[in-house]
Each structure stands twice: as structure tokens, then as C-alpha cells.
């Protein structure tokens, strides 16, 4: 897709520990992609990560996507919501387990502190379980005056692992 007028860049973060994470990320990225007004661009790897936050709990996989859109920030933020319950994302508890969780990270340049949406993601540099995936895609992408790939060197990546290092492991039915 060329940078008609209209259509922006934004980066998603994915992850889920219950039930089958892997295809439950794989059907949220082509539903978007199926979308008149989401092209899926790239994918990262798949990593399997341990919890963070509250940690007894079962490890998640993450993920990061840039998808072009002419949704607006918080039109796109109600997509993914709208795909998380269509999956049955149940929220019971702040960073605890979840079939599926799609946030928005970035939204082109586009810095906001608005209380249904922040951006960029307001705790994206803190977390290796983003920074990681998202610099698979993205790594010269600046965040808050640094690039993710200077982010992601000074972030906590321990016990993070490849689960599957195919780009393409969203496309296939899983």
C-alpha cells in the first residue's frame, strides 16, 4: 500500500497466555488484514515470554505488528478491543491471564494523553516483552525521543525466547 492520503502507520503489540495464544494472535492479525481500512505490513517473530507484573501465572507468547490505517488513533484502538471480544477476551484482573490483548503502541507520530488512549503506549519502553518483538519490525522507529532498538538495549529481556522465528507464522492456519 503507498502513502495515499489517508492512510497512517501504526505499530500493535499482541500477547495472550490462555488457551491457544498463538492462534488467537494469528486470526486477530488477518481479521484486521481482512479489513478494508487495515493492511497488516509486517509481523515480528513469535516469542514466548515470562509474566510480568503479576507473575503467578502461566508464561504468555507476545508479538508486535505495523499495520497502515485510515482509522483514526482511537477508531483503531475500538477495532482491536471489538476483535479481543469477538475472541472472547475477558477483562477480570490488571496483567493477568488473557486469551488475547492487541494495544496500540504508536500512531505515526502522533504523542496524546487522553484517558482512553496514550500514545505512544505509555509503559511500551519499560517492557522487553514489546520492545523486543517491536524491534524485530521497527527498530529505528523513534519513541519518546529514542529509537525502540536504544530502548530495548537497556530493557529487562531475561527468559524471553523465540517461540517461532517465522515472519509469515501469522498467515498459516494455526
Not at 503467578?56 to 482509522?71: G, S
Request: hydrophobic share 40%; glycine share 8%; net charge negative.
Amino acid at each position: 500500500m503507498s502513502s495515499e492520503a489517508g492512510w497512517r502507520v501504526a505499530t500493535l503489540g499482541l500477547g495472550g497466555n490462555l488457551g491457544d495464544p498463538r492462534r488467537a494472535m494469528a486470526e486477530a492479525l488477518r481479521a484486521l488484514d481482512a479489513r478494508d481500512d487495515c493492511v497488516v505490513e509486517a509481523v515480528s517473530r513469535l516469542y514466548r515470554t515470562p509474566p510480568w507484573g503479576k507473575t503467578d501465572q502461566a508464561w504468555f507468547f507476545n508479538a508486535c505488528a505495523q499495520v497502515r490505517t485510515t482509522l483514526k488513533p482511537e477508531a483503531l484502538l475500538d477495532t482491536c478491543l471489538d476483535i479481543e471480544r469477538s475472541m472472547k477476551r475477558v477483562r477480570d484482573e490488571r496483567w493477568g491471564p488473557r486469551t488475547l490483548d492487541i494495544d496500540v503502541l504508536t500512531y505515526e507520530a502522533v504523542a496524546q494523553a487522553e484517558t482512553r488512549l496514550e500514545l505512544p503506549h505509555p509503559r511500551m519502553t519499560d517492557r522487553g516483552f514489546v520492545l523486543m518483538p517491536l524491534a524485530d519490525i521497527a527498530a529505528d522507529l523513534p519513541v519518546r525521543g529514542r529509537t525502540v532498538g536504544d530502548w530495548l538495549g537497556g530493557a529487562d529481556v531475561a527468559g524471553i525466547e523465540v517461540a517461532d522465528g517465522d515472519m509469515t507464522w501469522w498467515r498459516a492456519d494455526t
